[in-house]
């Protein structure tokens, strides 16, 4: 079964600039997330997709931060402008039905904003 | 107060140690627990799942839950140096749907010295 995938691996990009990360998850999973790992920190929620439709977008800065979910697979998270604050590793992970003993995480962006 | 601490570190050990990794919670709304396995640039992998207060043992890790306590450990016997990586405990209230959130720890760097 192959994996999350996500692109790019890296970016470096200056503050006020924009960026864009996609995601493709595994083949059925309904449950799209998008979380943000600063460093030296735990993985936090951003965004939940279930199919096409967002479940919890409640810690996402609405103000800079943008997600979609075409036709229910795909994905890509937007940050425009970006802030130095959003250093960090942006972590994609699907699971089916949204189980949380069913996650399956993508390596991640890591996105360094200078 | 954090809804998740979990034990800081680094930790360093020597090969063969038992490790004992430890998290706290304030919610008790939270019904599962896991933990994770993160290697350096890598997304979390799923270790051990875990509903009920008691043991789960696979192979060499053991995780541990205390309701009532609200606390929880993983436990690895014969540590080996394969074994060096961040751990994160996860927690989230509901199994499907739109709580099935993760509610992750800080994380905490093993390190298994041969």
């Known amino acids: 079964e192959a994996g999350v995938a996500q692109s790019p691996r890296y970016k470096i990009i200056e503050k006020r600039q924009s960026v864009a990360f996609w995601c493709n998850p595994i083949?059925?999973?309904?449950?799209l997330y998008w979380y943000q790992q600063i460093l030296g920190q735990g993985p936090k929620l951003l965004i939940q997709?279930?199919?096409?439709?967002?479940?919890?977008d409640s810690q996402l800065p609405k103000d800079r931060f943008s997600a979609e979910r075409l036709k229910g697979v795909d994905s890509t998270l937007k940050i425009q402008p970006a802030k130095l604050e959003d250093s960090a590793v942006y972590l994609c992970?699907?699971?089916?039905?949204?189980?949380?003993?069913?996650?399956?995480f993508g390596s991640g962006t890591r996105l360094t904003v200078v | 107060q954090k809804e998740v601490e979990q034990d800081p570190g680094p930790l360093s050990v020597p090969e063969g140690a038992i490790v004992s990794l430890n998290c706290t919670y304030s919610?008790?709304?939270?019904?599962?627990f896991m933990w994770y396995r993160q290697y350096s640039r890598k997304g979390p992998e799923l270790l051990m799942y875990?509903?009920?207060?008691g043991n789960k043992e696979d192979g060499r890790f053991t995780a541990q839950v205390d309701k009532s306590s609200k606390y929880i450990s993983l436990f690895i016997r014969d540590s080996q140096p394969s074994d060096s990586a961040t751990y994160l405990c996860?927690?989230?209230?509901?199994?499907?749907?739109?709580?099935?959130?993760?509610?992750f720890g800080k994380g905490i760097t093993l390190s298994v010295r041969p």
């Open positions: 919610n008790s709304a939270f019904q599962y």
């Open positions: 996860a927690m989230t209230s509901l199994n499907t749907g739109a709580n099935s959130k993760l509610t």
């Open positions: 875990t509903y009920s207060s």
């Open positions: 992970a699907s699971s089916l039905e949204g189980r949380p003993g069913g996650y399956t």
């Open positions: 997709f279930q199919n096409n439709g967002v479940v919890d």
């Open positions: 083949s059925g999973h309904a449950t």
